[in-house]
T-cell receptor, first 116, second 110 residues
Framework: ETGVTQTPRHLVMGMTNKKSLKCEQHLGHNAMYWYKQSAKKPLELMFVYSLEERVENNSVPSRFSPECPNSSHLFLHLHTLQPEDSALYLCASSQDRLWGLNNEQFFGPGTRLTVL | TQLLEQSPQFLSIQEGENLTVYCNSS?????LQWYRQEPGEGPVLLVTVVTGGEVKKLKRLTFQFGDARKDSSLHITAAQPGDTGLYLCAASGSARQLTFGSGTQLTVLP
């Protein structure tokens, strides 16, 4: 596997379920990100991890719980979600979290989440 | 909050035509990126521009950063069906956080 991978690619869950999204990067990067992409809305940054430490949390509801056990893996634990949480959840990684010319973000293919 | 407005929101053209999409803001950015996202995939970086007035070319794609670093444009010459996708601009300013526009959905018909 190369680049950034995400599993599952599709997930349907009820509001009372608990599920987890997984992201793995094979690029040796130090920063990882979770984004939410909803129809007709800009990508929303949810969480940023740098060297396994959470450095950004953009007022995301507590029903979303991230975990970064090491620099290659990132999880998003989901519980008691709402139908409006249905969206494409994208994971990304970059060499480090400092914005700059040579700090490209590499995205995974996303998990299409539907909450019934 | 730094907002990026992209226009048009949707664009459908015939193969061979030229097109321009825009990314505008009232904020000044240190740099700006353009991404393309195809169905079922994540965004892929096309270019980063950092200097006001900068022009970069990537085959049939020409990217320009505004002199005041508040806006950018993407021009595609002789569009092909393979150019179809969602074009996103993203920028970072004082917040040191990447802000994305809502995108232009381009469809190139054969």
């Amino acid at each position: 596997e190369t680049g950034v991978t995400q599993t599952p690619r599709h997930l349907v869950m009820g509001m009372t379920n608990k599920k987890s999204l997984k992201c793995e990067q094979h690029l040796g990067h130090n920063a990882m990100y979770w984004y939410k992409q909803s129809a007709k809305k800009p990508l929303e940054l949810m969480f940023v991890y740098s060297l396994e430490e959470r450095v950004e949390n953009n007022s995301v509801p507590s029903r979303f719980s991230p975990e970064c056990p090491n620099s290659s893996h990132l999880f998003l634990h989901l519980h008691t979600l709402q139908p409006e949480d249905s969206a494409l959840y994208l994971c990304a990684s970059s060499q480090d979290r400092l914005w700059g010319l040579n700090n490209e973000q590499f995205f995974g293919p996303g998990t299409r989440l539907t909450v019934l | 909050t730094q907002l990026l407005e992209q226009s048009p929101q949707f664009l459908s053209i015939q193969e061979g035509e030229n097109l321009t999409v825009y990314c505008n803001s009232s904020s000044v950015f240190s740099s700006l990126q353009w991404y393309r996202q195809e169905p079922g995939e994540g965004p892929v970086l096309l270019v980063t521009v950092v200097t006001g007035g900068e022009v970069k070319k990537l085959k049939r794609l020409t990217f320009q950063f505004g002199d005041a670093r508040k806006d950018s444009s993407l021009h595609i010459t002789a569009a092909q069906p393979g150019d179809t996708g969602l074009y996103l601009c993203a920028a970072s300013g004082s917040a040191r956080q990447l802000t994305f526009g809502s995108g232009t959905q381009l469809t190139v018909l054969p």
